[in-house]
């Protein structure tokens, strides 16, 4: 099973680039989001979808766009990169029902901005 | 708002060593308190799960017990081997949709 796939995994950008992180997933699950990991804060939740043509933000979402056209896919924007935008991204899925509250996990892309 | 509080690390371990890991949280509501693994180079997965009160999540030896009067949410295991390194998160989720996790704990198992 192919669970939940991230595109790319890893990419270099310059200040002020633009960039879409991919994010897909064969599970059926409703609830998508996008999380960053950095040193010493743990996983931060940027934005998040319940469900398609819904979306949310999360605690950290100024400089990230989204959309949610599909049930699969959840795609995630930087529309003008910046260096404190260097990070860890991971996507995450979750099924409703009595498995919610479960994440299922990408395995995570890097980005470094110059 | 929602938090989770977790042990600061690095943790290293001689192998066989007991591993307790600290996890305190704080909720509005009833939260669900999960325990995450992020082996090196690879996403999140989760590890247990508690969905109420007094509730012991429990998997591949490792144990965690909610205990709303303390808010804590400790992660055990009675003997830890190289194979558990790995970054250990405490998470909550009020709602289902959105999750609060704690800063990760590294854990260094050593033959």
């Known amino acids: 099973n192919a669970g939940v796939t991230q595109t790319p995994k890893f990419q270099v950008l310059k200040t002020g680039q633009s960039m879409t992180l991919q994010c897909a997933q064969d599970?059926?699950?409703?609830?998508m989001s996008w999380y960053r990991q950095d040193p010493g804060m743990g996983l931060r939740l940027i934005h998040y979808s319940v469900g398609a043509g819904i979306t949310d933000q999360g605690e950290v979402p100024n400089g990230y766009n989204v959309s949610r056209s599909t049930t699969e896919d959840f795609p995630l924007r930087l529309l003008s990169a910046a260096p404190s935008q260097t990070s860890v991204y991971f996507c995450a899925s979750s099924p409703p029902g009595h498995l919610a509250g479960e994440l299922f996990f990408g395995e995570g892309s890097r980005l470094t901005v110059l | 708002g929602d938090s989770v509080t977790q042990m600061e690390g690095p943790v290293t371990l001689s192998e066989e060593a007991f591993l307790t890991i600290n996890c305190t949280y704080t909720?509005?509501?009833?939260?669900?308190l999960f325990w995450y693994v992020q082996y090196p180079g690879e996403g999140l997965q989760l590890l247990l799960k508690a969905t109420k009160a007094d509730d012991k999540g429990s998997n591949k030896g490792f144990e965690a017990t909610y205990r709303k009067e303390t808010t804590s949410f400790h992660l055990e295991k009675g003997s830890v081997q190289v194979s558990d390194s790995a970054v250990y998160f405490c998470a909550l989720s009020d709602t289902g949709n959105q999750f609060y996790f704690g800063t990760g704990t590294s854990l260094t198992v050593i033959p």
């Open positions: 599970m059926n699950h409703e609830y």
């Open positions: 909720a509005t509501g009833y939260p669900s």
